[in-house]
């Protein structure tokens, strides 16, 4: 487990791809259980551990995670998740783009069933505007790398949008990459996220690397 900061009310974590941030219909032991395991054993605690999830990371993304070890914690960064003013920057990996930047705007309806989401009007009910914006960082021989901001948080806004362009995430089968990782991961990676603390008042700004493997390691070489 890659602790990226830590204090006496939140701790952030590098989540790799394959961990589930919260509980799901698999059963299958969530991140944050393996925090609570790590700091009770850690800690030498007797009684339960408090841990709040504050957010949470698509299932084969990888990257940082917030969790609060105080109530005070959980309420305050849950507000400013809600008011959109913490700051996240992802890093993606797609099939070679032309486009050096962008932003997009599209309306996304969830299909709980499928728990996947789809671009449609802005007509239909329950769609809810996501926006994202994005720069290229590089290009490697079949492959870009690229910054994306999020100015919204919708249920895999990342993965629908850029599909929707005709730029599914390396990987990502179920929104339309054609082959799939070998580990079940995607290359999208939660990369920076900056706040102010819950209770110091300070900016806090987390950067996180992504996972060894071959296109994440070039791209690393070669920024």
Request: glycine share 4%; with cysteine.
């Amino acid at each position: 487990m890659e602790i990226l900061f830590e204090d006496n009310h939140l701790i952030i974590i590098n989540k790799k791809p394959g961990e589930l941030s919260q509980g799901d219909k698999t059963n299958d032991l969530t991140l944050s259980d393996k925090v609570k395991i790590f700091l009770k054993q850690r800690d030498k605690k007797k009684g339960n551990v408090f841990l709040g999830v504050i957010h949470r990371l698509d299932r084969p993304t990888s990257g940082i995670i917030i969790f609060s070890k105080t109530s005070k914690a959980l309420s305050r960064m849950s507000e400013q998740f809600k008011k959109h003013e913490v700051s996240k920057t992802y890093w993606a990996v797609t099939k070679k783009m032309t486009k050096k930047s962008g932003r997009l705007e599209n309306y996304l309806l969830k299909n709980q069933s499928q728990n996947k989401s789809y671009v449609c009007t802005g007509t239909v009910n329950r769609a809810k505007l996501a926006i994202l914006s994005f720069k290229k960082i590089l290009d490697l021989k079949n492959f870009s790398l690229l910054s994306v901001n999020l100015e919204t948080g919708r249920h895999h806004q990342i993965r629908t949008q850029f599909s929707q362009m005709g730029y599914p995430i390396k990987g990502d089968l179920k929104y339309g990459y054609k082959r799939p990782n070998k580990n079940k991961s995607i290359h999208l990676h939660s990369r920076k996220v900056s706040f102010i603390h819950p209770v110091s008042k300070k900016m806090v700004e987390i950067i996180a690397n992504p996972p060894k493997d071959e296109i994440w390691n070039l791209c690393l070489s070669n920024l």
